[in-house]
């Protein structure tokens, strides 16, 4: 299997038009069969118009001028120039929906490329870069940026028609009358100069309004997630004159905006208008001189008239590419993002029988990450300094520290969710790094403090497995992952979830998270536990995974993992006492370092710092009752 | 905790059940200033239109008297008509100009009322405190929503009224030359007036469908992203990847259908315009054999045809962004609409003097809107000025409750809350939120400096006050393990703190802002054993000299109170000091044994 570092970097490289080109050209490329019918449909609807206004003007010398100065002209051959007319209409409607219909899926299929190609590499990239990177980015990467990112595909085939409209229309003007040929034709670089001009003025400030209109989020976002806060100070009205203020910038920066749209639209629309007079004071002298005939001036007038709007749609092009180039830029940097944890491929559990506790040793685990010092120079810090402890299966071992004291980086490496810089972490002897990624999550279970909930129901968060639709008789064939109903109930009694599921609507059946029904901190940790405890994992770790639950429901939970979960090998990371009371041993970590470790009452004796640590609490309450 | 009670308290509709034309009513009269100068405005628009019809009127002038003139081409008379409406070209175009202008300021500064108006009703509701889940979509309303109605002033809404204005000129200045041509116009149009409404209501679900499965996907996205731990933990990874490509999925499908159903509509315009023109050429062609016509009537009617058809063309796209703009100015005003649960009395009564506060709960009771059962029955409960009253009972019993009726977060639905006798809901609002503040469980932090935040609302105070009020709270030894002291920054959501540390700033705040009553709500969560004694500390700092009404997890604070409530299935059980509820050996008695040897 090739590794997936070896795939070509996504991001374009070189010059402004070079990486515009690139991204047209690979874009086209990646559905050559619909772009390839919208920019026929859209040539076809170019030539289209062209060919209305070429009529109009043989109808006006060949029918219309005859018949109405009595020439005889026969009404068969009025209908035939009206149904001409009404044809061309006909191909050009065609032309125009076959062209936006293909143009738009285009468009909308390499976005959904680039959602999956990014979705699939925040599946993919470790922890440690989700941890570099704010959610709310990543997540416009997955939406904003990748639909700006193949904004350009949706004018660019009608772009593509025009530009060969102007060609057919140049040489239908010159053809029709040279002289007024070039008076029409010099609209188009005229009206493509002005647009230019337009966009230099349009994208700053553009830019700014999207910038003032984060800004407004940003402000209504925090507001309203302070709201407990301003109704317990009663802050309304200073929230109000904050949020104000960032919305009259924002207005001010609409109202610039108008102004440049303003002043540009009507010159855009003057320009077609003052050359189709130009045409008809020239055109008349000609008339008048015997050069061209009346049907020459109307030609030229009427192409002018109709191509005014299609040859904006180059500018359309030109305007979304620069936003699209950004998108694609900002999107690149998520799919050509590295650093993935290699895969192993060693089976674990081949020599142990799977119900037995796993055997976790560190030798010399440690962690390093760039860093900066005080002045902002790049440096690098040490998390963990060579942490060496054993863990024997089926044991329970609690590691205590202070806040900071790389408890969480520890946990990290020990699941695997990163790999030390040095040292080694073993699975029943093994190298975890060696080990397949299967098996790995299949024998440890963690849970975090933040308990996450997918938006799903009770049984899909407890299982994370697809539901089988119910048979003919309703009956539910089978959960995905053979996990029984009796199981999930069973895993959620231990984790004291039972209670408040059965309570809710729908019983497993609920669906939670997002949209669903809101769960409470507890809870929520509550489920997570139960997620890991229907997997009968071997090694469970408990990163402070109880600390929202209240410390009677939090024994109860302890209490039946013990009896239920018999040999499993668990890791415990707390504050409170009790809890650290069900751990056969302790490890107690400063500042990346192991500084003891042994039986609490052992620690308790010989560490100092240890005892401060877990005796502060008792400590608090001692000093009160002195005070009283 | 307020666990599972979704939707509690006055729900804001999703949207107002408004039709087009009185959201729009319903939008002019929240935004005043939107209308100003509109008479002005209205008239400058149809000059600017009228100048769409110039060359149009000049074809037919040149054609008829000069080039097809009956003494040969009158060059001069061309020239002359030319000059006079490149001047009036300009004119109009100066005119447009003026009017964008003036119709972009208007409109911004009433959706600026708007925007604060819906934003000031959001905090005087009490959604935001009962029901967190929904907050996202509240900012929505105050941000996306109000851009969408500004977008469309921008680039549709202009072009709607000039549309409008140009589908009515061209349609006069065509019954000028001929009203058989004109007839004829409209009807090849017939069918597409007709058809708009049902079309447009269509586009409407195509689009409103597009919008849903762009949540749906934005939802199954960010599970990969925030629960990117779990998803590893677990081996989760296919099947989120398998959710994610199905929301995607059909995510595109339902955009390329809205989209190919709005390209049809698009180009059915242009076909009716073919229809149109060729119409126009046969029946126009007929009319002048029979006289009625001239050739330069003519040629000015087939301009005039594309000067009718172009908007009626482009009238399926602003259409469909007018639909937008509606819809968005719906759930704005759905907003704004929604009445206030928590009102300002007609008559505020003085509260008595500033100081320690009594409190009373009588036979007060309270059910969640849409819940069947109260969570309270008939409190009756008197706490005495300057008593530290702990609320102990299990999750769900009722003692949130009863702290969010204190602060008048909500209204009980039988009996009273009273502040130093007098009903919560006969003070003031102001004067009620400076007596009683809550330290909430979750205080939240601004992204500012710790002195910004425990200044948070009052500006007189500076960092040096706040060093000095965290010094008297026993903050001291706190604030020197921080970098930069009280200008260390807390990064969004105060995140660059830890949980227990986020409590201390929340405790500073609340002990600046010199409450008569302390409202605290305990955290569940456990913190580092050194922080949680500097919170219980500060606390006790804090409520020295004030009534305190603490929402107990801790065993400590309930230890430490003059008087223990228990509460239980939404009533009062038990209530007394602790060591007299030890001793009578009830419900406190066995949850404190618990407690006892659970934290020890």
Redesign the interface.
């Known amino acids: 299997m090739p590794s997936p570092d070896d795939r070509p970097l996504h991001a374009l490289s070189g010059g402004a038009v070079r990486r515009s080109l690139l991204l047209i050209g690979r874009g086209i490329a990646s559905q050559p069969r619909t772009f390839t019918i919208a920019i026929v449909a859209s040539v076809v609807y170019g030539i289209g118009l062209v060919a209305s206004g070429w009529l109009l003007g043989r109808i006006t010398d060949g029918v219309v001028l005859p018949a109405i100065e009595g020439s005889g002209v026969s009404t068969g051959s009025i209908w035939l120039a009206g149904l001409g007319l009404l044809l061309i209409g006909a191909v050009t409607a065609v032309g125009v929906a076959l062209r936006r219909i293909y143009a738009g899926i285009g468009a909308l299929d390499v976005q959904a490329g680039h959602r999956r190609a990014v979705t699939r590499q925040y599946l993919r990239l470790p922890m440690t870069w989700h941890r570099r990177h704010p959610a709310g980015q990543l997540l416009s990467n997955a939406n904003a940026d990748a639909e700006a990112a193949g904004g350009v595909f949706m004018p660019l085939p009608f772009a593509l028609g025009v530009l060969v409209m102007i060609i057919v229309a140049g040489v239908a003007m010159i053809a029709a009358d040279p002289v007024l040929g070039i008076i029409g034709v010099s609209v188009l670089p005229l009206v493509l100069v002005v647009n230019a001009v337009y966009r230099n003025y349009m994208s700053p400030a553009i830019t700014h309004v999207q910038h003032q209109r984060a800004v407004v989020a940003d402000v209504a976002h925090e507001s309203f997630e302070a709201a407990a806060v301003v109704k317990a100070l009663g802050t309304e009205d200073f929230e109000e004159r904050r949020f104000a203020a960032a919305s009259r910038t924002l207005r001010d920066a609409n109202i610039a905006v108008g102004r440049i749209r303003s002043v540009f639209d009507p010159v855009i629309d003057l320009l077609p208008g003052l050359a189709t007079l130009g045409v008809l004071a020239v055109g008349a002298t000609r008339v008048a001189a015997g050069v061209v005939d009346t049907g020459a001036v109307i030609t030229t007038a009427y192409l002018l008239t109709v191509m005014t709007f299609p040859v904006r749609a180059i500018g359309f092009v030109l305007g979304d590419l620069p936003r699209s180039l950004v998108g694609h830029d900002r999107v690149s940097r998520v799919i050509d993002a590295r650093g993935y944890l290699g895969a192993g491929r060693h089976r674990l559990g081949d020599a142990v029988p799977t119900d037995e506790g796993l055997r976790l040793d560190l030798d010399g685990v440690g962690v390093r990450v760039p860093s900066h010092d005080a002045d902002g120079a790049a440096t690098e810090a040490d998390l963990l300094t060579d942490v060496t402890f054993s863990v024997p299966a089926g044991r329970t071992v609690a590691i205590v520290g202070s806040t900071g004291a790389g408890k969480s980086t520890l946990v990290d490496v020990i699941a695997r969710l990163r790999d030390p810089s040095s040292g080694v972490v073993r699975y029943d002897g093994r190298d975890a790094r060696e080990i397949a990624d299967a098996d790995r999550t299949g024998a440890i279970a963690l849970v975090a403090q933040s308990a996450f909930v997918f938006e799903d129901t009770v049984r899909g968060n407890v299982t994370l497995a697809d539901e089988v639709e119910p048979d003919g008789e309703g009956l539910p064939v089978s959960t995905g992952s053979g996990y029984t109903d009796e199981q999930v109930w069973a895993a959620l009694a231990i984790a004291q979830a039972d209670g408040f599921v059965a309570a809710l609507p729908d019983g497993l059946d609920t669906v939670i998270g997002e949209r669903g029904a809101s769960l409470s901190g507890g809870q929520r940790q509550r489920l997570a536990i139960a997620r890991a405890l229907i997997r009968r994992p071997r090694l469970l770790i408990l990163d402070d995974a109880t600390s929202a639950v209240d410390p009677l429901v939090e024994q109860a939970i302890l209490a039946g993992l013990r009896r239920s979960a018999g040999d499993v090998t668990v890791i415990l990371v707390a504050y409170r006492t009790a809890t650290i009371g069900l751990a056969d041993s302790v490890v107690h970590v400063e500042r990346g370092r192991v500084v003891d470790a042994g039986t609490h009452a052992d620690l308790l004796g010989r560490d100092r710092g240890y005892r401060r640590l877990v005796t502060a609490y008792q400590r608090g309450r001692e000093e009160r009752e002195v005070a009283r | 905790?307020?666990?599972?009670?979704?939707g509690t308290s006055a729900r804001i509709e999703s949207t107002s059940s408004l039709g087009v034309l009185g959201t729009l009513r319903a939008g002019l009269a929240l935004s005043p200033a939107m209308r100003t100068g509109i008479g002005v405005t209205l008239a400058l628009a149809v000059l600017a239109t009228a100048g769409r019809l110039?060359?149009p009127i000049?074809?037919q002038q040149?054609?008829d008297v000069?080039?097809?003139a009956p003494g040969?081409?009158?060059?001069g008379l061309?020239?002359r008509?030319?000059g006079i409406?490149?001047v009036g070209?300009?004119a109009?175009?100066?005119c447009?100009?003026?009017v964008?202008?003036r119709?972009?300021?208007a409109a911004?500064?009433g959706?600026?009322q708007l925007?604060?108006r819906a934003?000031?009703h959001?905090?005087?509701l009490s959604v935001?405190?009962q029901?967190?889940?929904r907050?996202?979509s509240?900012?929505s309303r105050?941000?996306?929503d109000v851009?969408t109605i500004?977008l469309f002033v921008?680039w549709g809404g202009?072009q709607l009224v000039l549309s409008v204005l140009q589908i009515a000129g061209a349609t006069v200045a065509m019954l000028f030359y001929s009203w058989q041509l004109t007839i004829v116009v409209w009807l090849a149009f017939a069918p597409m007036i007709v058809l708009a409404p049902k079309a447009q209501k269509a586009l409407n679900v195509a689009y409103g469908t597009v919008r849903l499965r762009?949540g749906a996907?934005?939802?199954?996205?960010?599970?990969?992203?925030?629960?990117?731990?779990?998803?590893?933990?677990?081996?989760?990874?296919a099947?989120?990847?398998?959710r994610?490509?199905e929301a995607?999925?059909e995510?595109?499908d339902a955009?390329?259908r809205a989209?190919?159903f709005?390209?049809?509509a698009?180009?059915?315009g242009?076909?009716l315009?073919?229809?149109a023109?060729?119409?126009v050429?046969?029946v126009?062609?007929?009319l002048?054999?029979d006289g009625d016509?001239?050739?330069g009537g003519?040629?000015a009617f087939?301009?005039l045809v594309?000067i009718f058809t172009?908007p009626v063309q482009s009238a399926t796209e602003v259409l469909n962004e007018l639909q937008n703009a509606v819809a968005g100015w719906r759930r704005v005003i759905s907003v704004v609409h929604t009445p206030l649960d928590i009102t300002e009395p007609d008559e505020p009564t003085p509260a008595g003097p500033r100081g320690p506060a009594a409190l009373d709960f009588a036979d007060v009771t309270y059910t969640y809107p849409g819940s069947a059962a109260p969570v309270l029955h008939d409190i009756e409960l008197a706490i005495p000025a300057g008593a530290r009253v702990a609320v102990v009972g299990?999750?769900g019993s009722g003692k949130t409750t009863l702290a969010k009726l204190l602060?008048r977060?909500m209204d009980p639905d039988a009996g009273s809350v009273r502040l130093n006798g007098v009903d919560l809901r006969d003070i003031a609002?102001?004067d009620?939120?400076?007596r009683v503040?809550?330290?909430?469980q979750?205080?939240?932090l601004?992204?500012d400096t710790i002195a910004g935040n425990v200044a948070?609302?009052r500006p007189d105070t500076d960092a040096d006050g706040v060093a000095a009020a965290l010094e008297r709270l026993g903050l001291g030894d706190w604030l020197a393990t921080l970098p930069l002291g009280v200008h260390t920054d807390v990064g969004q959501?105060g995140e660059a703190l830890?949980a227990?540390e986020r409590q201390l700033v929340?405790i500073a705040?609340?002990y600046l802002?010199d409450a008569d009553v302390l409202v605290l709500d305990e955290a569940?969560?456990?913190?580092?054993?050194?922080?949680?004694?500097r919170i219980?500390?500060a606390l006790?700092e804090l409520t020295q000299g004030r009534t305190s009404v603490a929402i107990a997890?801790r065993l400590?604070t309930a230890?430490?109170a003059d008087l223990v409530v228990v509460v239980d299935a939404g009533r009062i059980v038990e209530l007394g000091p602790h060591t007299a509820l030890v001793a009578a050996g009830g419900v406190y008695a066995r949850?404190h044994a618990?407690?006892i040897?659970?934290?020890?």
């Open positions: 905790m307020s666990a599972t009670t979704p110039i060359v000049v074809v040149t054609t000069g080039i097809l040969g081409v009158d060059v061309v020239l008509l030319c409406a490149a070209l300009f109009a175009a100066a447009t100009t003026w964008n202008v119709l972009f300021r911004e500064a959706l600026l925007r604060v934003f000031r959001v905090h005087d935001l405190t029901n967190t889940e907050r996202g509240l900012v105050v941000t996306s851009d500004s921008q202009m762009v996907m934005l939802g199954r996205i960010s599970e990969s992203i925030v629960g990117a731990q779990t998803i590893r933990s677990y081996g989760a990874g099947r989120t990847q398998r994610m490509d995607i999925g995510h595109r955009a390329v989209q190919a709005a390209s049809l698009f180009s059915s242009v076909l315009s073919g229809l023109l060729g119409a050429v046969v126009g062609t007929l002048g054999i016509l001239t050739v003519l040629l087939l301009f594309q172009g299990e999750t602060t977060m609002l102001a009620l939120r400076s503040v809550i330290v909430p979750e205080g939240f601004f992204d948070y609302g959501r830890s227990g929340a705040r609340a802002a569940t969560s456990a913190v580092d054993p050194a922080t949680e004694h219980s500390r006790a997890h400590s230890e430490a949850m618990t407690w040897s659970a934290s020890e």
